[in-house]
Structure formats: C-alpha cells, structure tokens
C-alpha cells in the first residue's frame, strides 16, 4: 500500500505511488490529493475512501491502473461525504469511480478512461447527488446511473467518448 491514515487530514501535493497494490486508503477525516500527484496501482483500488471521510478533493490527478482491472476510486463514504474532482485522470481501470454514498461534483477537464466491460461512474443508492460538467467518459462499458437512489443528477457537457 502507498500511503494508509486512519483519520485526519491527509494532503498530497506532487506525490508520485507506483508499483503497490492499492495507491492510497484513508478511513476517516478528509482528503486533498493536489496538481501532480501520480498514483500507478497493480490490484483494486487506487483511492479507496472509508465511511468515515467527511470530504475528498482531486485536482490534476492522474490514477492508473494496471488494465487488469481494479477501480480508480472507491468510496464508502459516510452520508456527508462531499468528493469533487476537478482536472483528474482515471485509466487503466475496469471502474472509473464506485460511490456508495455521498455527493460528487465532477468538474472540467476529469476523463474517465474504464476496459473490460466497466463502468465509468458507478453510483448506489446512497448517493445525494451527482453533478458532472465537462467531463469525458471513454471505454468498453456502461456509465451507470441507475442504481443512484432518490437524488439529483446534473450531466451537462459530459463527452461520451463511448458512444
């Protein structure tokens, strides 16, 4: 693993983790991943977010896999959690980002480059909102909405690259 908090605040400013299994893990507390930062994970996750974080910031971040399939980001997510990206590239992955719960604004410039039959975005019923604007979306798969419960999604200027 590259980097594992168990609550706080965790800031990551032109950071490079490669060559481990899951890039970074933070349980609780919040989460700010700034312009540069690099992470190359080979398993699951490359940023995985438990029930107990508050908020997630990625700008200018670039989480790639190693196309065997894994996920970019995974979030639990506590039912306050609030996770922008803005400028974030995902690839290499089979799912771009998983949201169990929370809301998500995903900002210009964020591309989502999913294989094998993935999914872009996936979101389970727990999630309050969804908000994506200038987005790209590339891949063999779906980008999933379906399972988001009861809240707002909002899609503008989102490019279907797999259209």
Do not use: P
């Amino acid at each position: 693993m590259g980097i594992y908090a168990a609550g706080g605040e965790v800031m990551l400013d032109e950071v490079n983790i490669s060559g481990v299994e899951m890039g970074v893990k933070v349980e609780k507390g919040t989460l700010k991943i700034l312009e540069g930062t690099q992470i190359h994970f080979m398993g699951e996750y490359g940023v995985k977010l438990g029930s107990g974080v508050k908020s997630a910031d990625l700008r200018g971040t670039t989480i790639r896999g190693d196309g065997s399939g894994g996920t970019g980001i995974y979030v639990m997510g506590g039912g306050t959690l609030e996770m922008t990206l803005d400028g974030v590239t995902v690839s290499g992955v089979q799912m771009g980002i998983t949201m169990m719960s929370g809301a998500l604004d995903v900002k210009e410039r964020t591309t989502i480059d999913f294989e094998k039959n993935g999914w872009g975005i996936y979101m389970r019923d727990g999630v309050t909102s969804a908000s994506l604007t200038g987005t790209s979306n590339y891949g063999k798969g779906k980008w999933v909405w379906d399972t988001c419960g009861g809240g707002d999604r909002d899609d503008d200027d989102v490019g279907w690259g797999n259209d």
